[in-house]
């Protein structure tokens, strides 16, 4: 009777496993195909670049908040409250130009420190830098 039982308890998981988990992993294959493609794509555009700039700018400024008091709403973004969606999407886009830009200000010094590090990964020079401690 328990081995009937856990047949059970198999066939309701293999079930419910393709009722759920096959459409998350459908979709979770699909995104993924799609960044794939888009990779590639960004191999042959100039600009891709820029484009990923604002993309990573977009995920580090906080979105825009509704709040409603009574019958009106506001708009809420970096502590600042916009009586109009669109005027908080303006200081918003305003924003995400700023990181994006500050990103390219700061990417010459980076990239003057990356020649002065040489081809040393941050392990290697880790080690190198303990070795030189006295222990």
């Known amino acids: 009777m328990t081995n009937v039982l ?6 309701l998981a293999c079930i419910g496993f393709y009722r759920f988990g096959l459409p998350w992993l ?13 990779q590639e794509r960004d191999k042959a ?3 891709a670049h820029i484009r990923h700039a604002l993309d990573v700018a977009n995920e580090q400024v906080e979105e825009i908040q509704e709040i409603k ?5 506001h708009y809420l973004f970096e ?8 005027e908080a ?3 918003r886009a305003t924003r995400v130009g700023t990181v994006a830009r500050r990103f390219y200000e700061d990417l010459p010094a980076a990239l003057a420190g990356a020649a002065e ?4 990964s941050a392990r290697e020079r880790a080690s190198a830098r ?3 401690t006295v222990h």
Request: charged content about 30%; proline content about 0%; aromatic content about 12%.
């Open 6 to 11: 856990w047949a059970c308890a198999f066939v």
């Open 26 to 38: 459908k979709r979770f294959d699909q995104a993924n195909v799609a960044r794939i493609a888009q």
């Open 45 to 47: 555009d100039a600009n």
């Open 69 to 73: 008091v009574g019958a009106a709403t």
């Open 79 to 86: 502590a600042q409250i916009f009586a109009t969606r669109d």
């Open 89 to 91: 999407e303006e200081m």
């Open 117 to 120: 590090r040489g081809r040393m």
């Open 130 to 132: 303990w070795k030189k």
